[in-house]
């Protein structure tokens, strides 16, 4: 069992929608998590994360934790074709000196 | 201005080569690490390094290898042990010998074995 689980996609939504990412993870230790997004071809950048069950919004994204369902995931609002990407889900786990990735959600914002 | 650079950005190498990845930052930042990214696999921990002289294997270290002698600078080496080294090669940092999960990446380096 992977240790952190994304739907690859690709997740498509018009321009000015919600777009809702979504991501599972297997260990109940898992700590941290984090939402990356990574355009095409260039390097992963940090957007959000969230430490604590419930919702933290930051602008126009929203993180959400389930610890009890060992699911996080990632709201965007007024989606933007700028917010084409793919979003990459990681976590930390109690004792682990790295972060551990998904494999992403492919977001394409049609205008 | 601070962060973190590699190169070369684009490498291709011929079967039974070695090759090294350079990984400089200028963050100050005490861990460094190496990631590999193919398609639909995401990112996979090559190595990583808390302190200067010390480094740890991650996931798929086997085909690799690395040194860490100024805190500044970590290069990979992609030996001709490695099977499939044809990816997308990642270097980052972050703050402080633990992660926090707040990882600061290069640009990457794309690596093809002709």
């Known amino acids: 069992q992977k240790e952190v689980e994304q739907n690859s996609g690709p997740l498509s939504v018009p321009e000015g929608a919600i777009a809702s990412l979504n991501c599972t993870y297997s260990?109940?230790?898992?700590?941290?998590f984090f939402w990356y997004r990574q355009y095409s071809g260039k390097s992963p950048e940090l957007i959000m994360f969230?430490?604590?069950?419930g919702d933290k919004e930051d602008g126009r994204f929203t993180a959400q934790l389930n610890k009890a369902s060992q699911y996080v995931s990632l709201l965007i609002r007024d989606s933007q074709p700028s917010d084409s990407a793919t979003y990459l889900c990681?976590?930390?786990?109690?004792?682990?000196?790295?972060?551990?990735f998904g494999t992403g959600t492919r977001l394409t914002v049609i205008p | 201005d601070g962060g973190i650079t590699q190169s070369p950005k684009y490498l291709f190498r011929k079967e039974g080569q070695n090759v090294t990845l350079s990984c400089e930052q200028n963050?100050?930042?005490?861990?460094m690490y190496w990631y590999r990214q193919d398609p639909g696999q995401g990112l996979r921990l090559i190595y990583y390094?808390?302190?200067?002289?010390?480094?740890q294997k991650g996931d798929i270290a086997e085909g690799y290898s690395v040194s860490r002698e100024k805190k500044e600078s970590f290069p990979l080496t992609v030996t001709s042990a490695q099977k499939n080294p044809t990816a997308f090669y990642l270097c980052?940092?972050?703050?402080?010998?633990?992660?926090?999960?707040?990882?600061?990446f290069g640009e990457g380096s794309r690596l093809t074995v002709l």
């Open positions: 980052a940092s972050s703050i402080g010998t633990r992660t926090s999960g707040e990882l600061f």
């Open positions: 260990d109940r230790g898992s700590q941290s």
């Open positions: 969230i430490y604590s069950n």
């Open positions: 990681a976590v930390t786990k109690e004792g682990a000196n790295n972060l551990f």
């Open positions: 963050l100050n930042h005490d861990a």
């Open positions: 390094s808390q302190i200067v002289n010390d480094f």
